[in-house]
């Protein structure tokens, strides 16, 4: 295994503690629990918005607590999703009276200790709403979901949904909207390597020289085809069709676009890939409002990409303008 | 070879049309030239600063283009220089009659390159003035360089000189301040695999499963030290101590930070750099004024990652803040 690490069951406290190390004046952390926190509450009155998952896809999650997205995230160890006691204790650490909003991604563990918090925090007298993003076209049920999966698109909720709580909407809002953008985004993916955990040490699944995996999962999880490896214009097109067909996607449609690289795919192979799709949208008579190629939601070390399409309206689009203060940022 | 692209000998092409495609208001290209240029000019009597490299290194060069940023930057083949032709092309499309700062990290063939760039502008009354990037400590000399290399401590004077160009300052100005950055910064990295260019499609060197190359250039050539792999607080001390005793760095300087990763290591592991780097200029009485933790110089899709430390000034924070509209974002 080659990580820069010291021993493999400490990665995500460590990782947590340079985060705070790195943002002193903005995030904070709850002791043993794995909890990022604004430093500063939002004002009284408005919605909290937290989310969690298992580490291993940064700079999802920990890396959006900030003003204008998360109020708090939970770390889970790598690959395995935070505890119910965690997610709880972000949530009361940022209530501010008008209630907590989870917003998670469709995995079985995920929605269970989600589903846990939310118990924990009814009894507390903390109101809690909880919203599903499954956004993965690949697949119908996987190794660690029931339905679809939910990847890289979620971000874009994320963003939309934690612009709309820091101007002010009510719970109610937020939920539709955030509904709203799950029912309009379709994301595809493909890995050519497999990612290593570091308490494995090995890499999660084999995989040929000249193979990839078309509409892998987050975790290394089947997808829909292992095939021979394709040209970047081949397998682009391949899952950007399967999105466009999936919602379905419409001549005059306007788009927020997502070029996600896994984990170990460089940047200039993600623009070669958002050329591929920039040029699909265009022969299709689709708009695209902005696009977004980076690293979002990654499988730790994966080689390959995932492509999201959102359908935006007028308020989705004003609310993925809405500025941000993450410490996942450039300069 | 495991890499999301067509023909290898359209990489950085494709690269470059997915880049302008992804910001159609904000960047143009230069036909058949590799040129990325803003698509507004700075306002008449600013300084135009130009950049450019062999491809490979992204972010590094041609997603810093923008305002606040650089006003153009030729993009060589994959880890060979950008032509004098290119470059001359680029720096004429952007003088607006107070001349062009050319910003050039330390290696032979760039060094060459830029010099005849600067010879041809000359011919036709474009002033041109040329500044040497060389943070790297770990080796005097190296394959494609005589003196120092200049690695990712580079783009810190990217940001602080482009931003005061950005504000009019004048060219003397300019090089004074992109020469006081580079003698007040250093770096040192570290490989854990190779990288492999799309041409040759094997590593470029070979390494064995438990070793690491230390002060490894950005083209894979050789550091300092082939060693068995350290754990990440052996390996990141060293690299800072290096760094801090080169300068030397002392009690009660003030510093900004970059952990910089090489292309394949993710977010995580650069945040646990980042936690001990902090620790180390704790104790040794250094401040940190603020922190860049991602990639900003990369070796393709090599894991490992590089430590800059710049002892800042006044005139350095204000211009690190300086706020920046480049393709290299988040949100």
Same mark, same amino acid.
């Given at each position: 295994?080659?990580?820069?690490?010291?021993?493999?069951?400490? %990665?995500?406290? =460590?990782?947590?503690?340079?985060?705070?190390?790195?943002?002193? @004046?903005?995030?904070?952390?709850?002791?043993?629990?794995?909890?990022?926190?604004?430093?500063?509450?939002?004002?009284?009155?408005? %919605?909290? %918005?937290?989310?969690?998952?298992?580490?291993?896809?940064?700079?999802?999650?920990?890396?959006?607590?900030?003003?204008?997205?998360?109020?708090?995230?939970? +770390?889970?160890?790598?690959?395995?999703?935070?505890?119910?006691?965690?997610?709880?204790?972000?949530?009361?650490?940022?209530?501010?009276? +008008? *209630?907590?909003?989870?917003?998670?991604?469709?995995?079985? *563990?995920?929605?269970?200790?989600?589903?846990?918090?939310?118990?924990?925090?009814?009894?507390?007298?903390?109101?809690?709403?909880? !919203?599903?993003?499954?956004?993965?076209?690949?697949?119908?049920?996987?190794?660690?979901? +029931?339905?679809?999966?939910?990847?890289?698109?979620?971000?874009?909720?994320?963003?939309?949904?934690?612009?709309?709580?820091?101007?002010?909407?009510?719970?109610?809002?937020? !939920? &539709?909207?955030?509904?709203?953008?799950?029912?309009?985004?379709?994301?595809?993916?493909?890995?050519?390597?497999?990612?290593?955990?570091?308490?494995?040490?090995?890499?999660?699944?084999?995989?040929?020289?000249?193979?990839? @995996?078309?509409?892998?999962?987050?975790?290394?999880?089947?997808?829909? &085809?292992?095939?021979?490896?394709?040209?970047?214009?081949?397998?682009?097109?391949?899952?950007?069709?399967?999105?466009? &067909?999936?919602?379905?996607?419409? @001549?005059?449609?306007?788009?927020?676009?997502? !070029?996600?690289?896994?984990?170990?795919?460089?940047?200039? @192979?993600?623009?070669?890939?958002?050329?591929?799709? +920039?040029?699909?949208?265009?022969?299709?008579?689709?708009?695209?409002?902005?696009?977004? %190629?980076?690293?979002?939601?990654?499988?730790?070390?994966?080689?390959?990409?995932?492509?999201?399409?959102?359908?935006?309206?007028?308020?989705?689009?004003?609310?993925? =303008?809405?500025?941000?203060?993450?410490?996942?940022?450039?300069?």
């Amino acid at each position: 295994m080659k990580k820069i690490i010291n021993a493999p069951e400490n %990665v995500v406290n =460590e990782m947590l503690e340079g985060l705070v190390a790195a943002n002193p @004046e903005k995030l904070t952390l709850i002791p043993d629990k794995r909890v990022i926190l604004r430093k500063e509450k939002k004002d009284a009155g408005k %919605v909290a %918005v937290v989310t969690g998952s298992g580490s291993g896809h940064e700079p999802d999650q920990v890396f959006y607590v900030g003003k204008g997205m998360m109020d708090a995230a939970a +770390a889970g160890p790598v690959f395995a999703a935070p505890t119910a006691d965690a997610i709880y204790e972000a949530a009361k650490a940022v209530d501010n009276g +008008a *209630g907590v909003l989870f917003m998670v991604k469709n995995y079985t *563990g995920d929605r269970g200790q989600f589903g846990m918090a939310a118990e924990l925090c009814e009894m507390d007298g903390i109101q809690v709403r909880t !919203v599903i993003a499954d956004d993965d076209v690949a697949v119908k049920d996987s190794t660690f979901t +029931a339905g679809r999966r939910g990847v890289a698109g979620a971000i874009l909720g994320y963003k939309i949904v934690c612009a709309a709580a820091e101007e002010g909407a009510s719970m109610d809002e937020l !939920v &539709e909207l955030a509904n709203r953008v799950n029912a309009n985004v379709r994301s595809m993916g493909f890995g050519l390597t497999s990612c290593t955990t570091p308490a494995k040490g090995t890499p999660t699944f084999e995989i040929g020289d000249d193979e990839m @995996e078309v509409g892998v999962g987050l975790h290394g999880e089947p997808g829909r &085809e292992r095939c021979k490896l394709k040209t970047a214009d081949e397998i682009v097109s391949y899952i950007t069709e399967q999105c466009l &067909e999936d919602l379905p996607f419409k @001549e005059g449609d306007e788009v927020a676009v997502m !070029v996600n690289g896994l984990g170990g795919t460089p940047l200039m @192979e993600l623009y070669i890939v958002y050329h591929i799709v +920039a040029k699909i949208l265009k022969k299709a008579g689709i708009k695209v409002f902005k696009s977004y %190629v980076n690293e979002y939601c990654t499988s730790i070390d994966m080689a390959g990409c995932s492509v999201s399409l959102l359908r935006v309206d007028d308020r989705m689009k004003e609310l993925l =303008e809405y500025p941000v203060d993450i410490p996942y940022s450039v300069f």
